[in-house]
């Protein structure tokens, strides 16, 4: 199916566990995102990628690492999971138009737990 | 990275029009303005994006004064589903900064 998608959609680990969670986009898009949504704290950018093999720290990288080695997919891995990182996790993609971005097609969320 | 601030919440009426604004006093000159509504257990779907002066697409209209230290986005005449949070977010120069989102109640 086109468009972007997350799996898994729900994840339970235990502290310490590394987890991945997968993003996939059909549109090629250039660029793609990965951020965490909290109660009280709104979006917050982890990750981004410009490009295949180009990635860059968001405001809140601290325990997590990316990679993009194809352009439709940007796995987010948690190597040593801790309950702060209990979160819904977001991917997006969009492309880059002259000096804006364009808009941003976000996926359906994973809801990640930490115990 | 230019910070935004939002009101939390607010509440409308069904059938008027709700303004919700941000504050961004440290955008930078090539930063853009976007807006985006997230419903519940969803990701967040844009709305609008501005630079200056006035936006309007088919669901909303985007007001920028001109020092863009601020917006406002307009939403005319709401129904029940246009119940979410609101988002604002400041772009550019490879630079994000998502407001922490104002959370709009339709009243029927």
């Known amino acids: 199916d086109a468009g972007i998608t997350q799996s898994p959609r729900y994840k339970i680990t235990e502290t310490g566990r590394q987890v991945t969670l997968m993003c996939h986009q059909t549109?090629?898009?250039?660029?793609m995102f990965w951020y965490r949504q909290d109660l009280g704290h709104g979006l917050r950018l982890i990750y981004y990628?410009?490009?295949?093999?180009?990635?860059d720290k968001g405001e809140v990288p601290d325990g997590y690492v990316v990679s993009r080695s194809k352009t439709e997919n940007f796995p987010l891995t948690l190597e040593s999971a801790t309950r702060s990182q209990t979160s819904v996790y977001f991917c997006?993609?969009?492309?880059?138009?002259?000096?804006?971005?364009?808009?941003?097609?976000f996926g359906p969320g994973t809801r990640l737990t930490v115990l | 990275l230019a910070k935004t601030t939002q009101p939390i919440s607010m509440d409308s009426y069904e059938g008027q029009e709700v303004n919700i604004t941000c504050s961004h006093n440290?955008?930078?000159?090539?930063?853009?303005i976007t807006w985006y509504q997230q419903f519940p257990s969803q990701g967040p779907r844009f709305i609008i994006q501005?630079?200056?002066t006035k936006v309007t697409n088919e669901v909303a209209s985007l007001f920028i004064p001109a020092d863009r230290k601020s917006s406002t986005l307009s939403l005319p005449r709401v129904s029940l589903s246009d119940t979410a949070v609101y988002y604002c977010?400041?772009?550019?120069?490879?630079?994000?900064?998502f407001g922490k989102g104002n959370q709009v109640v339709v009243i029927p």
């Open positions: 501005g630079y200056k």
């Open positions: 990628s410009a490009a295949a093999d180009i990635t």
């Open positions: 440290n955008i930078a000159t090539n930063d853009y």
């Open positions: 977010l400041v772009e550019g120069n490879n630079r994000l900064a």
């Open positions: 549109w090629s898009h250039s660029y």
């Open positions: 997006a993609s969009s492309d880059l138009t002259g000096s804006s971005y364009n808009e941003q097609f």
